[in-house]
RNA sequence: GCCGGCGUAGCUCAGUGGCUUAGAGCACCUGACUGUGGAUCAGGGGGUCAUGGGUUCGAUUCCCAUCGCCGGUGCCA
């Protein structure tokens, strides 16, 4: 006996079955429409990165933390360490610096896993997808808008129910320091705290920015040492409402009128609001919200997160904003940049909590099932006229009983089963059967004969019939489904 | 990362320091009922009791470590 090895899988990580991979690849197509329709192109970079550009000069061990660190055989040394992309924001910051023929604006998709190596939770996991959407090389807020308005029409043509997109700005945020007198360089800081607010509540924030406190589980979270003078101010700006993006800009120039700059920041974020409400994205699905800080450093302009008011417990889907700097990085000048990255593992989560999602588990809509293996000439004939008149068909690949082959057609929700037998193939005829329809029949029926007799979820059809006739079955179960 | 809880069949869970081969329900498989998914009936397979050490005459059970899962908390560039 050979040792056999534990099949394992590393912490954070799993297997995607094709009862998943079919709902999340449809899923994917539908952003990529949507992306495509927008001119946006896709691009693709190495799962492998070197360190230092991954880290940046300002990332410190923290950061470094969540990265893993991949083992290069062809080197050991110590500056050409290499490591997993945690977003794909950095690879194509990267690339925009090392190819500067690109035409600009050069606006990308891409769809691709990234790691992290946080604890995994509910939804979260070490290995997930991301799919991004940039725009570089234009400082105009048309680039954000448009950011914007794809985040909407994505999770439209998704389906998801309804959503709220939500945007602020990080320079309006800097604002707000110099408005409550407080240091430029502690800024990172106050917003990581003011970004907790939906979570633990305005009394929780005012001590985090003051004084600090010991939570429930006794542990002691350190202040900022604010004045309550300035908290005051804060508290005032955090008072603004989201509802109707007009009224949240005047309250905004009226808080901020003695602040020199505040003027021109404002009309930025006013010319996206009016540009938005122009193409028709109204308050109702679009909002200035301005407690959305987000953890990330870089942003340096307006920033976007988008959450479904269905399932509010998986947060954010989609985030992003513009990073203006981070090019520079790579390059030493900076380059603008805007987009948005939406976390395709964490929307597939909420719509299956909220039974939005397709469960199917074959990519087939017809069975032929083989009834007589004398016959195979003919199964294998028709299979092949089916997929050649672009039905997706598969063959039962043994003469197993026929109870059998009907059984995996319903495990794998393959909603045409095709029944061809020594009675058919006298007559020249083949059978059909609506699965789905047979289905519900069979939550009914109590007694064995009247389940058998009665059969009205399949008919037959002549041979030379056939690929009509499975084209118009499946068009109206197609019908039935949609028609709930 | 830190704190707490939990790991027994594919799933949900019983159970016991020594009666022999560790159980149930569901699921799965085989057969009966015409060549039809369901129901019914008859049968069947499946567990290193998470892994590795320790205590003991004896450990699935007690102890330790590791791994994993769940909850809370931190972090999220």
Known sequence: MTDVVQPRIARGLRDLLPEQMIARQKMIETIRRVYELYGFVPLQTPAVEYLDGLLGSAAGDEASKSIFAVVNPDSNN???????RFDLTVPLARVIAS??????????????????????????????TQFDLDSVGVESEVADTEILAGMCDTLSALDVGPYKVKFSSRAVLDLLLEFAGIEGRRGPDV???????????????????????????????KGLELSTGQVDLIERFLEIRPDDRRQTIAQLRELFAAVDAAAAQIDVVERISNHLYALGYADDRLALDLSIARGLAYYTGPVFEAELLDAPQFGSVFGGGRYDGLVERFLGRKIPATGASMGVDRLLAA????????????????????????????YVAITFALRRAGIAAELYLSDERIGKQLRYADACDIPVSLLLGSDEHAAGK?????????KARAEKVEDRSEWLEERVEQRQVAREDLVDAVAHMLSVIERRTENG
């Not at 469960?359 to 293996?373: E, G, I, P, Q």
């Open 78 to 84: 110590t500056s050409e360490r290499l490591g997993l």
């Open 99 to 128: 190819h500067p023929e690109l035409p600009t604006p050069f606006r990308r998709y891409q769809v691709a896993p990234v790691w992290r190596a946080d604890k995994p939770g509910p939804g979260r996991f070490r290995e997930f």
């Open 191 to 221: 917003f990581r705290v003011l970004d907790k607010l939906p979570k633990i509540g305005a009394e929780k924030v005012r001590k985090e920015l003051t004084t600090g406190y010991v939570d429930e589980s006794g542990d002691p979270i």
């Open 351 to 378: 719509l299956d909590a909220l039974g939005r999602l397709d469960h199917r588990k074959s990519t087939a809509n017809v069975l032929v099932t083989v009834l007589d293996r004398s016959l195979m000439d003919d």
């Open 430 to 438: 083949v059978t059909l059967k609506d699965m789905r329809m047979g």
